[in-house]
């Protein structure tokens, strides 16, 4: 028999077991890659616009290897389909996480999904409308002397959703922490202290979320991720520490 898994309560009161969170969460991962595939068919349908928006910054593209365009429109399906399908997904991940919460609410779950979708829209926005043309005007001002630019589909995608999806996962940092504040699992002081290997670990998470190898865009990511986590920290030392 099952043992409860540390006292949190379920719905209607009751200790959930490791089985029963574990099913939980198997059934939410279900429901959240159906939303994604169905966001995916969707994108499939407006394809030609959305390829039209992404690549507006950069111009005419060309794909070098027989196979890249498809592969492309593949890996744009996936990214649009995780787009369309967040307010779901945020969703599912929050009402996972409510039992952790002593007052439990269909108002404090909408106020978190909300409020994940506004700073998911604002740091991808961010990414989309000043870091990739602010980007690629950076890297295409070296090669002015050398010769005339010719961008691939695949660099130039890849570029764009992987600074635009991390952007909109790492301005949820604010609200992550908060979170975890708010049921008692951080601390100010603690995040003080851990001010030097959170600085270590945002370059090293923006160079695999950015999935590059070049200094300047793990930059753009990890920069914003510390100053997000410094505000973060001063919120919950003068707003929910006191």
Known sequence: MSRPFSGVPAADGACMTLTEHLD???RR???SLAAATAGAIVCQIFIDDLTRVLTAPAGTLYFMK????FFMHFKLLLSGGVTLASPFLFYEFWAFLMPAF????????ALLVVSSLLLSAAGGALAFFFVVPQGLKFFLSFGGHLGQPLISMESYLNFVIMLVLPFGLVFNLPLALLTLAKIGLVSSEGLKRKRRFVIFASFLASAALTATTDIFSQCL????MIVLYEASRLIIKYVLDR
């Open 24 to 26: 939980e969460l198997r």
């Open 29 to 31: 991962l279900l429901w």
């Open 66 to 69: 027989p196979a890249e365009a």
């Open 102 to 109: 002593s007052r439990r609410s269909g108002r404090l779950l």
């Open 221 to 224: 990511l990890a920069l914003p």
